[in-house]
């Protein structure tokens, strides 16, 4: 049983293109969060849900708009691809803990290539 | 920026021996996390250490945290091959409104 699934695993298209990345928990959390991971590997933060809430909103081009259907989903949908975009995205959840940030799990990411 | 800065960004050693990354912070913590990513695949929850804790282990593991320095360092004893992999800190910021953010990483690999 996968933890935090998301898909597609590998995304390759032109730019100027719409796609979306899904991602779904099964571990009853009530935080999710879309990160991206360079080529260098530098990992950031780009949007966290809590119950189905926006309450993490890094600076993003708008071209990038998180959806959450319920506290189990959360979706990503990326509008006019650009090269820059090329990078893998890591869905994550986690319990929200009283004194700080808790444990994340992470999918196994979504690797997109813009050509 | 909170971002941690680990150092080294690289290390390659013979399994067996033991691997020491360090991470380095910049504004006040409510705890500090390490992460594993084998290549390819997402990242892994190792420990978790608050502020109030100076050290904390888990297995071959072993955490320490000094806020005053604002560092922290992994220590990994023991190494096997199956240890190659990226480690990554990620820090809890006070006031950050519970928001995980990463350092650059150190690559570590362990030879046979």
């Known amino acids: 049983d996968t933890a935090v699934s998301q898909t597609p695993k590998y995304l390759v298209t032109q730019m100027g293109n719409d796609k979306s990345i899904k991602c779904e928990q099964n571990?009853?959390?009530?935080?999710m969060y879309w990160y991206k991971q360079d080529s260098k590997k530098f990992l950031k933060i780009m949007f966290s849900?809590?119950?189905?809430?926006?309450?993490i909103n890094e600076t993003v081009p708008n071209r990038f708009s998180p959806k959450s259907p319920d506290k189990a989903h959360l979706n990503l949908h990326i509008n006019s691809l650009e090269l820059g975009d090329s990078a893998v995205y890591f869905c994550?959840?986690?319990?929200?803990?009283?004194?700080?940030?808790?444990?994340?799990?992470f999918g196994e990411g979504s690797r997109l290539t813009v050509l | 920026s909170q971002q941690g800065e680990e150092d080294p960004q690289a290390l390659s050693i013979q399994e067996g021996e033991n691997a020491t990354m360090n991470c380095s912070y910049k504004?006040?913590?409510?705890?500090l996390q390490w992460y594993r990513q084998n290549s390819g695949r997402g990242l892994v929850h190792l420990i978790l250490?608050?502020?109030?804790?100076r050290e904390k282990h888990s297995g071959r593991l072993r955490v320490t945290l000094d806020t005053s320095k604002k560092s922290s360092s992994l220590l990994i004893t023991a190494s096997r091959a199956a240890d190659t992999a990226s480690y990554f800190c990620?820090?809890?910021?006070?006031?950050?409104?519970?928001?995980?953010?990463f350092g650059t990483g150190t690559q570590l690999k362990v030879e046979l």
């Open positions: 994550a959840s986690s319990h929200r803990l009283a004194g700080g940030a808790g444990e994340l799990f």
């Open positions: 571990l009853g959390h009530d935080t």
């Open positions: 849900y809590n119950n189905k809430e926006l309450i």
């Open positions: 504004t006040s913590i409510n705890n």
């Open positions: 250490i608050r502020s109030n804790e």
């Open positions: 990620a820090t809890d910021a006070k006031g950050g409104g519970n928001k995980l953010t």
